[in-house]
């Protein structure tokens, strides 16, 4: 990752992780100072204090997500927290709240940055319990694992496994569907992601890169399962798979490659994440009932977001952030 400009940043200028062309991270990641974006009616200045890492970064960076929304240069960053500098006129926000948000699409830029301009509609409070770098990787994981739960219409007493429980979708998944009332089974990933599961309160668990991960959800389930979250389609996810009960559900974001393959008699859809207000406050409102936990494994400072890149292609519990304040 390359440097320019030394000059400290200031509120007219900002510390950014950026790229100003498509390319690998190693080629194209560059660090630096750009202006800080105006304020228009609707939005907020945020000084960022932490933004989450996520799996699909590396691939923005090579284009294989799409245009920039507003050309070159792109600040990257997909979500992230921190405190409000300034509002516009009527905003429901104050200077000082800490918020989180979701910074995917927005033509102003991503949260690997110092001061973030977002719109009101993409950032909600932050949970008393979660700290910087927790509610900076909360955002995007949280409302695609909201999505995922909502497909599958889960409801109270359903029997639920979660394929990859213990990545940044999964973990957060098994949580909020505990709240939602499902019985939870994980498969997460080796010993570490399988001790995650269970203290995040799965009532069953199986290291999916164990033959026996099928006989142990066998065991679980004998009637089988009402639906199935899948998060990483892996070899064992397929044969897991035909666990799902006739007329039950399967869903999946999009990006999960290869597509998993349902069972016969058994619908599986494909999805995209929430974004938006009414989802962040649905969000809040399950994690406001009790202790939350959003497993963040490693904090870089902004000047290492390239190793983050790296790191985050390789085995991890939940999320890598990237610590803005202070970097």
């Known amino acids: 990752m390359s440097t320019v400009s030394p000059s400290e940043a200031t509120p007219g200028q900002r510390k950014a992780v950026f790229i100003d062309r498509f390319g690998h991270p190693d080629e194209v990641l560059r660090i630096g100072t750009l202006p800080t974006p105006e ?13 989450g890492v996520g799996v699909w970064d590396p691939a923005v960076c090579e284009g294989e997500l799409g245009p920039p929304p507003a050309g070159f240069p792109l600040v990257l960053g997909s979500d992230g927290s921190g405190t409000i500098v300034k509002t516009a006129n009527g905003s429901r926000f104050r200077p000082q709240d800490r918020v989180y948000g979701y910074g995917i699409s927005n033509p102003k830029g991503g949260f690997f940055t110092e001061y973030e301009v977002l719109s009101e509609n993409e950032i909600a409070r932050v949970p008393d319990n979660l700290s910087d770098e927790q509610a900076g990787a909360l955002a995007v994981d949280g409302l695609t694992a909201l999505a995922g739960l909502d497909r599958l219409e889960i409801k109270k007493g359903d029997s639920l496994m979660i394929i990859g429980a213990s990545g940044g979708v999964g973990h957060l998944a098994l949580q909020l569907a505990r709240r939602l009332g499902a019985k939870v089974f994980a498969v997460a990933s080796g010993d570490d ?13 199986a290291d999916g890169r164990r033959e026996s991960a099928g006989k142990i959800a066998r065991e679980f389930a004998p009637n089988g399962f009402d639906a199935a979250l899948v998060l990483a389609n892996g070899d064992p996810t397929a044969e897991l798979l035909k666990l799902v009960k006739q007329e039950g559900r399967i869903a999946f974001p999009h990006g999960v490659e290869p597509e998993p393959a349902a069972p016969a008699g058994v619908k599986a859809e494909a999805y995209d994440g929430y974004h938006g207000r009414e989802a962040l406050d ?4 399950l994690i406001s009932t009790g202790p939350f936990h959003v497993e963040v494994s490693r904090v870089y400072p902004l000047e290492s977001t390239l190793q983050a890149l790296k790191d985050v292609e390789r085995h991890h519990l939940g999320k890598l952030a990237v610590r803005v304040a202070g970097s």
């Open 193 to 205: 992601g399988a001790s995650l599961a269970q203290r995040l309160g799965a009532e069953g668990v």
């Open 39 to 51: 304020l228009d009616r609707g939005e907020v200045l945020v000084r960022v204090a932490a933004a």
């Open 282 to 285: 649905r969000l809040n409102e």
